[in-house]
């Protein structure tokens, strides 16, 4: 007997349904302004030309009165555009590649962790059970000096890394704009655990001779998600600040945080955290406008800081032989998931259409009057983004939130792959998923992104794009060489 077939008509049917519910709620005041507009054109037709000319006849114009009609519409128009905030442009950006002589292979990871840890084998097999599952590739750098036995985590080795992470980064921003360094007006650098005096940004201003008036500001400890707090301080400056332009630096210095303890907690970030860096040029010059990827539409950040377990989920410390590293508390993926909550809850009104808004507050309704086990719904974010760019942090945290939003594996493909070819790089780790997704040749004129990141404190920090135009397929980025591999399968366990 042949095997019987699913009934899709149902199915079928409630997706019709969907999709003409949406229709109907988004284009609202549309499909009610078309009746009124066809009544009015039926009415002028069959009243005619004499009883029109005699209506307007009868109107008696004062000259006065439309004097003060025309200047209250000037005042009006004037006021609306002197307050409308300006445009902020992405007109570029451009990610640090590390060299090949960087790499660490799990096979060289595993030897150097043997050999350090040579007398607590039980955390050196725990960091192979992490480093099984982390999701990471064979092609992740860790920088010159964590590649000493022991590693030589030196001040003059961290400003080292700093320098060509940073330098590197930021000569690829200026070949690819043609911006000169004496047209940055505002300099930010985020780096969250490295911060030497002088600082970061002091060190940028010294190589490039920036100008002596340069705004610059050098954001430390703010965790991974620093990068979008970084754009958002810029929007702010160049909000108030015309006719300017803005660089933004986010990296984070491996060098002297590679931890060589045994407390498991801490050994965790040794697993995860690889170099990386990136340097955006933001602007609101209208003359850039035409060339820039992106506009920034909105940024939302929630911190989480009042509550004593999400303050110490990510916690720089010392171990009980005093060596310093940062523990990862295991609270920290719940603390992870109410932070997004209340994130979204914020951003979802600024980009949810009214369908979703109008079925989230339906739901919400009947859960507080009819029955509280109601199944809360969830906005399909979809509906709002093209592009999702989560924060490659690790595989829990792209896992968790492919499932909280309901995203397929595409809408998690940049992330995942991220993290598997440069492991997690903080608060840059945005900007490779960002050109991941040039890179593939699917960001197309009018596509939304939304880039959500979460970092120490504890903060979930969102930003929301529009692509300027369609973006060619990048050349000279972090992903040229290797773009053709990917998408690559990711196994569950690899065994080591």
């Not at 519910?21 to 030309?49: A, C, F, K, S, W």
């Not at 340069?214 to 400056?237: E, V, Y």
């Not at 859960?367 to 989560?390: G, L, S, T, V």
Request: glycine share 6%; aromatic share 10%.
């Amino acid at each position: 007997m042949a095997p019987k077939l699913p009934d899709f008509s149902s199915s079928v049917k409630l997706k019709y349904v969907k999709l003409g519910y949406h229709y109907l709620v988004d284009h609202i005041i549309t499909l009610t302004l078309v009746p009124v507009m066809v009544g009015v054109v039926v009415e002028i037709v069959r009243l005619g030309p004499d009883e029109l000319l005699n209506m307007w006849n009868s109107v008696h114009f004062d000259l006065i009165h439309v004097l003060c009609s025309c200047f209250l519409v000037i005042f009006i128009a004037t006021v609306y555009f002197m307050s409308k905030p300006r445009c902020i442009y992405l007109v570029d950006y451009a990610c640090y590649k590390p060299p090949v002589t960087c790499r660490v292979p799990f096979a060289t990871f595993m030897e150097h962790s043997r050999l350090i840890l040579s007398n607590n084998p039980k955390s050196v097999e725990f960091q192979m059970r992490i480093l099984e599952r982390s999701g990471l590739g064979e092609e992740t750098c860790l920088p010159p000096a964590i590649h000493y036995i022991p590693p030589k985590p030196t001040m003059e080795a961290a400003r080292g890394e700093a320098e060509v992470v940073i330098f590197s980064a930021m000569d690829s921003l200026f070949e690819k704009t043609g911006v000169k360094p004496k047209d940055i007006d505002i300099l930010i650098v985020n780096c969250s655990l490295f911060s030497p005096t002088p600082s970061l940004s002091a060190m940028v201003i010294n190589k490039y001779k920036l100008r002596s008036n340069i705004k610059s500001f050098n954001l430390s400890g703010m965790g991974c998600s620093a990068g979008l707090i970084s754009i958002d301080l810029a929007r702010d400056l160049l909000q108030v600040h015309p006719n300017s332009n803005a660089v933004v630096v986010s990296t984070e210095i491996i060098t002297p945080n590679y931890y060589q303890g045994k407390e498991r907690a801490m050994l965790l970030p040794n697993c995860l955290f690889r170099m990386g860096g990136a340097a955006i040029l933001l602007s609101n010059r209208n003359s850039e406008r035409w060339r820039a990827k992106y506009r920034l539409v909105h940024v939302v950040r929630t911190h989480k800081g009042a509550d004593d377990k999400a303050y110490r989920c990510v916690f720089e410390e010392e171990d009980k032989e005093g060596k310093v590293g940062i523990n990862l508390s295991k609270d920290l993926m719940a603390i992870a998931g109410e932070a997004l909550k209340s994130n979204i809850t914020t951003i979802g009104p600024l980009v949810l259409p009214a369908s979703e808004q109008l079925l989230f507050l339906l739901t919400l309704i009947g859960r507080k009057i009819f029955n509280p086990k109601w199944k809360p719904y969830i906005p399909d974010f979809k509906m709002a983004f093209e592009h999702f760019c989560i924060h490659a942090g690790g595989r829990a945290v792209i896992d968790e939130l492919q499932k909280n939003l309901q995203l397929s594996a595409e809408h998690v493909e940049a992330s995942r792959m991220t993290l598997h070819k440069f492991g997690n790089t903080s608060s840059s780790s945005l900007w490779y998923e960002l050109n991941y997704i040039e890179s593939k040749g699917r960001m197309k004129k009018g596509d939304r992104i939304w880039q959500i990141a979460f970092g120490s404190g504890f903060k979930c920090n969102s930003a929301v794009w529009k692509c300027n135009r369609t973006i060619k397929t990048p050349t000279n980025g972090p992903w040229d060489d290797c773009i053709d591999r990917y998408p690559v399968h990711i196994p569950e366990v690899v065994k080591l």
